[in-house]
């Protein structure tokens, strides 16, 4: 079974440029999930959804940050007008809705200069 | 507010060697927590699991952590460390019963030495 798939695996730009992320969840999962994770630090949960729906996205740092699921399979996460600040590593995970464990993918690194 | 500590950022240990990983929550109610484990260049993988119940909980790898509402801990122990463990692990607590909300320590380093 393949696992959670996440592209590119490293993207680099200036600040105001714009950048996004995709995910492809495992097969079958309904829930899908967005986290930020700053160099020596934790996930930090950004976004999720049930199927194409978003469920909670209160965590999202900015309208900068939007993310969509429109078919509830592949996702995308985009930040316009990149800043320094959101330096980082996005990791995608999914699951079943109602089960607690969540599979994660290898992520993606930004580094904005 | 709901937080967890992981107050050893890093932790260096001779393989063969115990290892215990130091995790403390604040969370007000019955908490849900979770070690996770990052190795180099791969997605967060589930270690170990706690619902209430049992204070020690099993496992992948030979992982084990225990529960203590009395130190508000939830430390990860290993008897024997593998070379192959060096990763990052990563305590977190669920504020809901199916875990879609959940909180990240800040992760520690692991170290294992030949």
């Known amino acids: 079974e393949a696992g959670v798939t996440q592209s590119p695996r490293y993207a680099v730009l200036q600040e105001g440029q714009a950048v996004s992320f995709w995910c492809d969840p495992i097969?079958?999962?309904?829930?899908l999930y967005w986290y930020q994770q700053p160099r020596d630090q934790g996930p930090q949960l950004l976004v999720y959804?049930?199927?194409?729906?978003?469920?909670?996205n209160s965590q999202l740092p900015s309208d900068r940050f939007s993310a969509v699921r429109p078919k509830g399979t592949n996702s995308t996460l985009k930040i316009q007008s990149a800043k320094q600040g959101d330096t980082a590593t996005y990791l995608c995970?999914?699951?079943?809705?109602?089960?607690?464990?969540?599979?994660f993918g290898p992520g993606t690194r930004l580094l904005v200069l | 507010a709901q937080s967890v500590t992981q107050p050893d950022a890093r932790v260096t240990v001779s393989e063969g060697a115990s290892l215990q990983l130091r995790c403390k929550y604040s969370?007000?109610?019955?908490?849900?927590l979770f070690w996770y484990v990052q190795y180099p260049r791969q997605g967060l993988q589930l270690l170990l699991k706690?619902?209430?119940?049992?204070?020690v909980v099993q496992g992948v790898n030979g992982f084990e952590a225990e529960f203590s509402k009395s130190n508000s801990s939830f430390h990860l122990r290993k008897a024997s460390v593998h070379w192959s463990d060096w990763a990052v692990y990563f305590c977190?607590?669920?504020?809901?019963?199916?875990?879609?909300?959940?909180?990240f320590g800040k992760g520690t380093h692991l170290h294992v030495l030949p």
């Open positions: 969370y007000f109610g019955t908490p849900y």
């Open positions: 097969s079958g999962h309904d829930t």
């Open positions: 995970a999914s699951s079943d809705w109602g089960q607690d464990t969540q599979y």
């Open positions: 706690y619902y209430p119940g049992d204070p």
């Open positions: 977190a607590v669920s504020l809901d019963t199916n875990a879609y909300k959940v909180i």
């Open positions: 959804f049930r199927d194409e729906a978003v469920i909670d």
